[in-house]
């Protein structure tokens, strides 16, 4: 009976790190949020570019000391104190004037960046020590609601931001909202106590196994591994296809002749696909392991790429609906990769620090997109920033082949 109370307790955990992760997601949302302080505030694309590289740097980084602080002040009031953070940074967000670029790196960058990192990054280690047998479906699912986060609360935004309400009034709502739902989920989100009895992965198909010694590996002892880096640069080429069109999805939209309204749906839509990407991945590493599911990965996203080259270079809706579609997909497969190999490769017990050491890959990502921008507005297409964001995807399909054991 007490083990059957468990395994219904740990459902409801996962159902409210979903959701805490769902509001947490705002944070890719940009292309939205961004649109009033281009719109109303005359923020360059240069800046607001900046800005996201920036959000993300903070937010790999509030990872990295997530780990830290939740072994100083525990995990729940890491938690409340990320919540916080957050929220004050979306608060503060709407007070920016037309030349406040260095507050706008303060309070959205710094503050929602560091606060939502160092949420995520518990979030998921905690949840998934509820999940030995089902590790890549507990990421997925996680990873799902940070993702489809774009599409509910960034099409909510934005029609906020049409209406009386206005954009200012608008985030401060995201912000109360951000705060309000991670400091409550800290009462729910804990780790199993030492006593509690979960199943254990069973073993699947002898071919898909991986034959290699599993133990837990010290982050020091993680970044000495040749796999690591391995792994770490193609999720960097991988996660830096999806960053980019993240950051000029709207545009690119209305480049090939979409209407604008449309072009903002496809916002949700990446969103979407970004999503279910994610909580595909993780059913798929569960059932299919590690190696495949990387592969994959890799093809996914070289479609991904090669498909909205296509649709920029003739002018085609369809075709750029369809490669936004399959970038959504391909960008969902990083972050569950990252989750589920990062534990199956170098263990449980060290896993919240080595995943946000890993998720350091998002802000050398972000970089690139920053690059992908600029290499945009210089040539005045997309075509030149597709070409070399078809190169990354190829060269991360090279090393996930090349990946066999820590």
């Known amino acids: 009976m007490k083990q059957q109370t468990n395994l219904t307790k740990r459902w409801w955990i996962l159902a409210a790190g979903v959701v805490t992760m769902l ?4 944070l890719y ?14 923020y360059a694309p240069s800046t607001l570019a900046l800005n996201f590289t920036l959000t993300m740097s903070f937010f790999c980084l509030g990872g990295f000391l997530s780990g830290k602080l939740a072994r100083r002040i525990g995990t729940r009031y890491t938690i409340i104190l990320a919540g916080l953070m957050a929220g004050l940074g979306y608060v503060l967000t709407s007070r920016l004037g037309a030349e406040n670029t260095f507050l706008l790196y303060f309070t959205y960058a710094l503050l929602a960046g560091l606060g939502i990192g160092m949420a995520y990054i518990v979030i998921i280690s905690t949840v998934n020590s509820w999940f030995p047998d089902r590790r890549g479906l507990s990421s997925g699912a996680l990873m799902m609601g940070f993702g489809a986060s774009t599409l509910l609360l960034g099409k909510i935004a934005d029609r906020l931001f049409a209406s009386a ?5 608008t985030y401060v709502i995201i912000g109360v909202a951000i705060a309000v739902v991670i400091v ?3 009462l729910v989100i804990k780790a199993p106590d030492a006593s509690v009895t979960l199943p254990q992965k069973k073993k699947g198909n002898a071919a898909r196994q991986e034959r290699f010694e599993v133990r837990d590996y010290t982050p020091s002892e993680m970044i000495r591994r040749f796999s690591f880096w391995r ?8 996660t830096a296809v999806g960053s980019s069109v993240i ?3 709207r545009d690119l939209a209305l480049s090939v002749g979409a209407e604008a309204a449309l072009a903002t749906t496809l916002v949700g839509v990446l969103a979407v696909c970004n999503g279910l990407g994610r909580i595909l991945t993780g059913a ?3 059932a299919m392991g590690r190696r495949f599911t990387m592969i994959a990965a890799g093809i996914l996203t070289i479609f991904a790429a090669g498909v909205t080259l296509i649709a920029v270079s003739v002018g085609s809706v369809v075709l750029c609906v369809i490669g936004l579609c399959l970038t959504g997909l391909s960008y969902g497969t990083s972050p569950t990769v990252s989750s589920a190999f990062t534990s199956s490769f170098y263990g449980q017990k060290y896993f919240a620090t080595n995943l946000s050491i890993s998720n350091f890959n998002l802000m050398v990502a972000s970089f690139i997109a920053t690059a992908c921008s600029s290499l945009q507005m210089s040539t005045g297409g997309y075509t030149a920033p597709f070409i070399l964001l078809l190169a990354l995807a190829a060269v991360a399909l090279a090393l996930n082949i090349s990946i066999k054991k820590p």
């Open 23 to 26: 509001f947490a997601g705002i």
């Open 29 to 42: 949302a940009w292309s939205i949020l961004k649109l009033p302080l281009a719109e109303e505030l005359g």
């Open 165 to 169: 309400i206005g954009w200012r009034s």
């Open 184 to 186: 409550l989920s800290s």
């Open 231 to 238: 792994a770490f640069i193609a999720l960097v080429c991988l």
């Open 247 to 249: 950051s000029f999805a």
């Open 284 to 286: 798929i590493f569960d």
